[in-house]
């Protein structure tokens, strides 16, 4: 038995490779880098829904916006019912009113659903009205104009969108084997992917972004960060935004966010103090590693500088999850799509080590 399936190959994929040893992410056949920063949500959409759908247009930009107006229109008298809830719980039960077909139109309904409830429902949680979708936006402008009072500035969308293409699709993580577990049965799209939302929830695997912060925020100062970490450590508690079950050196996203950050700041959009804070604490957290997990390397993974990224755009905290829940969904809507066509029912064994059958007295 392989514990947590770890190093067990359960899919065959077109999709993304991850090398562990090397760090290189490749997507569709092209390294990371050449996708970050460089193209929209909409047009990593395109790349990666290729060949699974026989309708699908070569821009995606028109049919996602309408998808996102539809998804408004479909839930905005449900929406206040929602607005004392976590936003997390909130999306996935509002999603959960969404069909759960196999087509390109729930595809993507379902790719531009949480883009849509997640500013909605933050708008309701500070007393505001939900804003309308803008379908003559592309899609990352339009979740900050939802968001805010207006459409951002160009440099605040590309940072969006660089996150974005940067998340959207990582090999068989957690979520995206969920994703295909419940594909691997033919049920509809819907249900895989409020599958992966449930599983990218924890502090694992999507849910240490707003921990990040608050790791920042217990800091304050560079130079408390030596002694806090050496604190968490001996304390046996995790750093959050370190260590991933595959990279062994650092998360080649890592290095994607930390440069759409940095473009983000030379608009002056991001607090450089805070910047400044999390490369010191990045680096005392690395030496610290070293020093307590001697055995294992533990390098910074993704969500260490989106936290500071989505921040700066204006995101609350406890939404970072969702955030990239909003950019996984494609990647999920494509795995599940590629599993139902050439995969088997996922099914494998357990070993029992419970007790053996009572005798009869
Ligand atoms: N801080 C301190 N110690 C750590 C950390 C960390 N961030 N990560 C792993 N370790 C230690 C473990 O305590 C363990 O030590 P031990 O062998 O002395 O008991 C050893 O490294 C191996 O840990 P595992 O849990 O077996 O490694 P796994 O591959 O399962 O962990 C995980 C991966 C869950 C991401 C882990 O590194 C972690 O909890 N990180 C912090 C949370 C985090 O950043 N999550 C986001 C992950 S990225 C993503 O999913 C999108």
Redesign the pocket.
């Known amino acids: 038995m392989s514990n947590?399936l770890?190093d067990v190959v359960a899919a065959e994929t077109i999709l993304s490779d991850v090398d562990g040893l090397a760090g290189r992410l490749i997507i569709r056949g092209q390294p990371l880098e050449t996708l970050a920063g460089r193209m929209t949500y909409e047009d990593m959409l395109g790349l990666l829904w290729d060949g699974f759908f026989p309708d699908l247009p070569s821009d995606l930009s028109q049919p996602l916006a309408k998808a996102r107006l539809d998804v408004y229109r479909a839930i905005e008298r449900e929406l206040p019912f929602f607005a004392d809830r976590p936003i997390y719980d909130g999306i996935r039960a509002l999603m959960a009113r969404l069909p759960d077909g196999t087509e390109l139109d729930t595809a993507l309904l379902l790719a531009a659903a949480p883009s849509v409830l997640l500013p909605a429902l933050v708008r309701l949680h500070t007393g505001k009205p939900p804003r309308v979708p803008d379908t003559s936006l592309g899609h990352a402008a339009d979740m900050l104009s939802m968001l805010g009072d207006a459409a951002p500035a160009p440099a605040r969308a590309a940072a969006l969108d660089a996150y974005l293409v940067t998340?959207v699709d990582?090999g068989l993580?957690?979520s995206t084997f969920a994703a295909r577990v419940v594909a691997s049965t033919l049920a509809g799209l819907n249900s895989s992917a409020l599958a992966a939302l449930g599983a990218l929830k924890g502090?694992?695997?999507?849910?240490?972004l707003g921990?990040?912060l608050d790791m920042l925020d217990a800091i304050g100062k560079p130079e408390n960060a030596a002694a806090w970490i050496e604190n968490?450590?001996t304390s046996?508690?995790?750093?959050?935004?370190?260590?991933?079950?595959?990279y062994r050196v650092r998360?080649p996203r890592a290095d994607a966010l930390k440069a759409a950050l940095d473009r983000l700041a030379q608009s002056g959009a991001v607090d450089t103090t805070r910047i400044a804070l999390a490369t010191h604490v990045e680096a005392a957290a690395l030496a610290a590693?070293a020093r307590?997990?001697p055995?294992?390397v533990?390098a910074t993974?993704?969500?260490?500088y989106p936290a500071l990224l989505l921040e700066a755009l204006g995101f609350p905290r406890e939404t970072f999850t969702a955030i990239?829940a909003a950019s996984r969904i494609g990647g999920w809507i494509a795995h599940a799509k590629e599993e139902a066509a050439t995969g088997k029912l996922i099914r494998p064994q357990s070993r029992y080590v419970g007790p053996g059958p009572r005798q009869a007295a």
């Open positions: 947590g770890e998340v990582h993580n957690a502090p694992r695997h999507g849910g240490a921990p990040v968490e450590l046996g508690r995790r750093l959050m935004g370190f260590g991933h079950r595959i998360d590693l307590h997990k055995g294992r533990l993974n993704v969500e260490f990239f």
